[in-house]
């Protein structure tokens, strides 16, 4: 099964939308609502997803310590 990946025109989902996505696909693998190779296919895409999910937090952490960084320095973080 070929992975499926984002059209380059398709902006990558927001944390929300990916995370949202995630839920579904656990719902509807946990329901059987798919055979094996879609579950196989879901899980695939999850993963994807999931790593998205990831390097959104860690932009937001590291735009929180610089702007935290900025006021323990004394500025305005502008």
């Known amino acids: 099964m070929a992975e499926r990946k984002p059209k380059a025109d398709q902006p990558e989902p927001t944390f929300e939308e990916a995370l949202s996505e995630v839920e579904a696909i656990i719902e509807r693998i946990e329901t ?8 196989i ?4 895409k999850g993963v994807r997803l999931l790593a998205r999910c990831r390097s959104l937090l860690k932009d937001a952490q590291q735009r ?11 500025g305005t973080g502008d």
């Open 41 to 44: 296919g879901e899980y695939e």
């Open 64 to 74: 929180i310590e610089d702007v935290t960084g900025k006021l323990e320095e004394g």
């Open 32 to 39: 059987g609502q798919s055979g094996l190779e879609r579950s």
